[in-house]
């Protein structure tokens, strides 16, 4: 199942995706965010391209088809899914735990990862503080400079960041990576480099953990290889994700749970029942809980994501 990326110009956003994908966004507003898998409530849902569902979206397939696609999974939300494309530095920011964000917002946690598809040299990402300080932290906020005090980690292709609650973080420019997150969609804003948008200090001291300083694990760029090579990217209670380099074929046998399949490097194939899907670079697809084996075929590195349920296996 295909879900349709929705697009999103952002002030910062550079061109490699509009690039990758022969996109022509409206004259002057590049497209910096491209949601790929989204059923978030607050948000525009994917619609789906193909199969017997096409033109419906993501919400409505999981509230008229949740054993289909959900299986054993008993939410009303899929993990989140979205390419960054960052010419200039995001803004620093901080997302709330479930407790603050069910309580305060009537929203859901929000923590996420990155991996890094492509990263000119001397990329990085903001992940954590340099300073256990609050005070002065609270004091360079409101001069909207906690950027003097951002922890800046070094990234290249082949990286992958988990970035939890509370953390101080940020996308840095000049790369492509994707986004797997979990279901919440509340961020305040802590620094903006001077851009004038509002920031939200107050939410964000209150979730903010400054003994948090997250590290990529660091998987390296694709190489071609004789023997398919499938690592853990991250875990999180509420996503996990691992890097696959397929070489010829990898088949996946799965629990009664929805998967999503990403293509990161060169093309793929997805194999369901003797029928074949292309995956081109950067697209996604959902493999539904129903679907129980399936096959990716290619030359190729892809991401395989899912959210962890009890009593399923990876």
């Known amino acids: 199942m295909y879900p349709e990326p929705y697009y999103l110009s952002t002030i910062w956003a550079g061109e490699r995706l509009s690039g990758i994908r022969g996109l022509e966004p409206p004259e002057g507003k590049p497209y910096?965010?491209?949601?790929?898998v989204c059923a978030y409530a607050g948000a525009p849902s994917n619609q789906i391209e193909n199969g017997p569902w096409a033109g419906h979206d993501l919400r409505w397939a999981i509230a008229n088809h949740h054993e289909e696609l959900m299986g054993d999974d008993p939410e009303d939300q899929l993990i989140r899914m979205a390419y960054m494309d960052p010419v200039e530095d995001l803004s620093i920011q901080v997302h709330?735990?479930?407790?603050?964000?069910?309580?305060?917002e009537g929203d859901r946690e929000k923590s996420e990862s990155w991996y890094i598809l492509e990263a000119d040299p001397g990329a990085y990402v903001v992940a954590g503080t340099t300073t256990t300080d609050v005070g002065v932290l609270r004091e360079a906020a409101e001069r909207d400079a906690v950027g003097d005090y951002a922890r800046k980690v070094p990234v290249s292709e082949g990286d992958f960041i988990l970035?939890?609650?509370?953390?101080?973080?940020?996308?840095?420019?000049?790369m492509l990576a994707i986004e797997v997150g979990s279901f919440g969609g509340i961020t305040y804003r802590i620094c903006d480099y001077g851009r004038g948008r509002k920031l939200d200090i107050d939410k964000a001291f209150d979730v903010l953990d400054t003994s948090l300083a997250p590290e990529p694990v660091r998987l390296g760029a694709y190489e071609e290889r004789t023997e398919s090579l499938s690592r853990s990217g991250v875990r999180h209670r509420?996503?996990?994700?691992?890097?696959?380099?397929v070489a010829g074929s990898y088949t996946v046998h799965k629990d009664n749970h929805y998967e999503v399949i990403t293509c990161v490097k060169h093309d793929a194939t997805i194999v369901v029942d003797a029928r074949e899907y292309a995956l081109p670079y950067t697209r996604s697809v959902i493999i539904p809980a129903s679907v129980r084996t399936y096959e990716v075929r290619g030359a190729c590195r892809v991401l395989r994501s899912w959210h962890p349920v009890e009593g399923c296996a990876e």
């Open 96 to 104: 709330p735990g479930e407790p603050y964000a069910c309580e305060v």
């Open 163 to 174: 970035i939890p609650c509370g953390a101080m973080h940020a996308c840095g420019k000049n």
């Open 32 to 36: 910096g965010i491209a949601r790929e």
């Open 238 to 245: 509420l996503f996990a994700s691992d890097v696959i380099d």
